[in-house]
Each structure stands twice: as C-alpha cells, then as structure tokens.
C-alpha cells in the first residue's frame, strides 16, 4: 500500500486550503483512514478522518468546523479541506491507513499501518 498526500505549500493566515491522498495498492473501503499533522517539536496529531465503513467524519477540535474531510472509496482517495487557516494549522500533513478495526484508537497514530510522505503546509501572518 501506498499513499500519496498532496496540495499543501504557503498560504496566509484566512485563507483556504484542499488537501488530497491517494492509495494505491488497496482501496479505502472497510478501512480506516484519517489525516494527521506533525508540527516542529510536536507530537504528531491526528487532524481528521473516516472509521472503516462509518460515512461520518471525525474531527480534532482544533478544526472542527472549518474543516471538511471526504473520501472516495471507488477512487481510493481522501481529501481535507481547511478554511480559515491560521499560523498554528502550519505542519506537515499525512495521510494514513488502519486495517485494524478499534474505533477508540481511531486518534492514535500508533494503531495506523500505511503513511504517505506527508506535504507542508505553512501559515504565514
């Protein structure tokens, strides 16, 4: 499996921002995958994402409410939207898989199985 995160690079602080992941080798369907961000000398946190066959979305509160997360599963795709950006949004962003099926770890990067490179967003003032 592989994933493949694009779409960050430089915005101001307000604006918008799409990013996307793309799987290859299995599709998203019955597995959970999520967006996670790791700023400098932080712990890496879990953004936003999709629990195996549960169509609803789950949210940090950091960007609950600015922020959309879809998936495709046809497509093996995961996108995330991030409205209202601010300097503290600014990480790299991954995208990863769990083919482990435990909601309550469903914020945990360490119950995660695939990760992409990651993109870098950067918020500036």
């Known amino acids: 499996v592989q994933l493949q995160a694009s779409g960050g690079g430089l915005v101001q602080a307000g604006d918008s921002l799409r990013l996307s992941c793309q799987a290859s080798g299995r599709t998203f369907g019955g597995v959970t995958v999520g967006w996670f961000r790791q700023a400098p000398g932080k712990e890496r946190e879990f953004v936003a994402g999709?629990?195996?066959?549960?169509?609803?979305?789950f949210y940090a509160d950091s960007v609950k409410g600015r922020s959309t997360v879809a998936r495709d599963n046809a497509k093996s795709t995961l996108s995330l939207q991030i409205n209202s950006l601010k300097p503290e949004d600014a990480a790299v962003y991954y995208c990863?898989?769990?083919?482990?099926?435990?909601?309550?770890?469903?914020?945990?990067?360490?119950?995660?199985?695939?990760w992409g490179r990651g993109t870098q967003v950067t918020v500036s003032s």
């Open positions: 999709f629990f195996r066959w549960n169509g609803n979305p």
């Open positions: 990863a898989m769990s083919t482990r099926g435990i909601l309550s770890t469903l914020r945990e990067p360490s119950s995660y199985d695939y």
